[in-house]
T-cell receptor
Framework: DGGITQSPKYLFRKEGQNVTLSCEQN?????MYWYRQDPGQGLRLIYY???????QKGDIAEGYSVSREKKESFPLTVTSAQKNPTAFYLC???????????????FGSGTRLTVV | DAKTTQPNSMESNEEEPVHLPCNHS???????IHWYRQLPSQGPEYVIH???SNVNNRMASLAIAEDRKSSTLILHRATLRDAAVYYC???????????FGQGTELSVKP
């Protein structure tokens, strides 16, 4: 079955360390997204990519970096510059990077990052 | 961007219908209305979407106002497993981004 895989489900890191969250999709989708969710809050967009080798900052990109070298993969690095990295991180994809009005979005099951 | 406004929370009794409202007064003519829901500690999942006509699927129904400035997600018989945060989104004209609002947290009482 096609879908989005995020790994790991839970991740613990020491303060000051960079950490990379994995997101892989086998849906042949052009567009991929990273969101952050804090307890009791909605989703906030970190980065998004409409096609391979291209990505744009979302609303809260500071302290994060991404790459899109392959269509299937969109890894997110949480750097030491991110002041409050502890959060639930969600990856999503959609079929059309041009954002056709009817397209739906598929989400991964998320990675819960805790920085101690 | 077509911003959406939803109540922060709603309550329902099990096996009763639930009507979740959404206002999208700045919607454009080509904007679809999407609904997603997020169960605790999971990623959002697609529920339903529509453009002008009312839509039905196995999960829910979507009633769209004639002027398209509002819509209502209808769960015909709420179950405990329907307790989730429901998001109403109009994704077109967001410059390639998908922006979520706060959503409506639905509680279902047995």
């Amino acid at each position: 079955d096609g879908g989005i895989t995020q790994s790991p489900k839970y991740l613990f890191r020491k303060e000051g360390q960079n950490v990379t969250l994995s997101c892989e999709q086998n849906l042949n989708h052009d567009a991929m997204y990273w969101y952050r969710q804090d307890p009791g809050q909605g989703l906030r967009l970190i980065y998004y990519s409409q096609i391979v080798n291209d990505f744009q900052k979302g609303d809260i990109a500071e302290g994060y970096s991404v790459s899109r070298e392959k269509k299937e993969s969109f890894p997110l690095t949480v750097t030491s510059a991110q002041k409050n990295p502890t959060a639930f991180y969600l990856c999503a994809s959609s079929i059309n990077g041009l954002m056709t009005a009817e397209d739906g979005y598929t989400f991964g099951s998320g990675t819960r990052l805790t920085v101690v | 961007d077509a911003k959406t406004t939803q109540p922060n929370s709603m309550e329902s009794n099990e096996e009763e219908p639930v009507h979740l409202p959404c206002n999208h007064s700045t919607i454009s003519g080509t904007d679809y209305i999407h609904w997603y829901r997020q169960l605790p500690s999971q990623g959002p999942e697609y529920v339903i979407h529509g453009l002008t006509s009312n839509v039905n699927n196995r999960m829910a129904s979507l009633a769209i106002a004639e002027d398209r400035k509002s819509s209502t997600l209808i769960l015909h018989r709420a179950t405990l497993r329907d307790a989730a945060v429901y998001y109403c989104i109009c994704p077109y004209n967001q410059g390639g981004k998908l922006i979520f609002g706060q959503g409506t947290e639905l509680s279902v009482k047995p």
